[in-house]
């Protein structure tokens, strides 16, 4: 892997907007939301809501935590757009039966049936994007890089700081 010691553009270019990739990636977010917002229109989903339904159609049942955890939501979050879902009659919360504490979520059989209707969201994202399948796997690919590494950076500056007494 290279390591991004130098830069071409002179230092004072480093605070532009446009040499920024979280605002590249930020832009790019909202665009996506964009196109997400019509092609899940016809589904009664907003994203959040259709990334709960990818997590819970790949994987079945699931506690909240782990749903959670797919999804990079904390509880605050995700616990609205259950109640959403819910209210809509897409899925089902319950307490555990082998915890108290935690509670599952389950599709219901209209929550299971719309995932036939949702097969054309793909379709239709890729086709937005313009890009063909390899450049959307590089992305994809290199996007889950870029989300490591920070993650790796995001632990060991809180390690730092935790050994240096800062909380």
């Given at each position: 892997?290279?390591?991004?010691?130098?830069?071409?553009?002179?230092?004072?270019?480093?605070?532009?907007?446009?040499?920024?990739?979280?605002?590249?990636?930020?832009?790019?977010?909202?665009?996506?939301?964009?196109?997400?917002?019509?092609?899940?229109?016809?589904?009664?989903?907003?994203?959040p809501q259709y990334l709960?339904?990818?997590?819970?159609?790949?994987?079945?049942?699931?506690?909240?935590?782990?749903?959670?955890?797919?999804?990079?939501?904390?509880?605050?979050?995700?616990?609205?757009?259950?109640?959403?879902?819910?209210?809509?009659?897409?899925?089902?919360?319950?307490?555990?039966?082998?915890?108290?504490?935690?509670?599952?979520?389950?599709?219901?059989?209209?929550?299971?049936?719309?995932?036939?209707?949702?097969?054309?969201?793909?379709?239709?994202?890729?086709?937005?994007?313009?890009?063909?399948?390899?450049?959307?796997?590089?992305?994809?690919?290199?996007?889950?890089?870029?989300?490591?590494?920070?993650?790796?950076?995001?632990?060991?500056?809180?390690?730092?700081?935790?050994?240096?007494?800062?909380?």
């Amino acid at each position: 892997m290279t390591s991004c010691t130098a830069s071409p553009a002179p230092e004072e270019d480093w605070l532009r907007l446009d040499r920024q990739i979280c605002f590249s990636l930020h832009a790019a977010t909202r665009a996506f939301n964009g196109v997400y917002r019509v092609a899940l229109k016809d589904l009664g989903l907003t994203y959040p809501q259709y990334l709960v339904m990818l997590v819970l159609w790949e994987r079945g049942e699931q506690p909240v935590k782990k749903l959670g955890e797919h999804l990079r939501l904390d509880s605050g979050t995700l616990s609205p757009l259950l109640k959403r879902l819910e209210s809509a009659g897409l899925v089902r919360r319950e307490r555990s039966a082998r915890d108290e504490r935690s509670v599952d979520v389950r599709l219901t059989p209209e929550g299971r049936a719309l995932r036939e209707h949702a097969l054309q969201v793909p379709r239709k994202i890729a086709a937005a994007t313009g890009f063909d399948f390899d450049e959307m796997r590089d992305l994809r690919e290199r996007l889950d890089r870029l989300t490591a590494a920070l993650d790796a950076a995001a632990l060991d500056d809180a390690a730092l700081a935790e050994g240096a007494g800062v909380a």
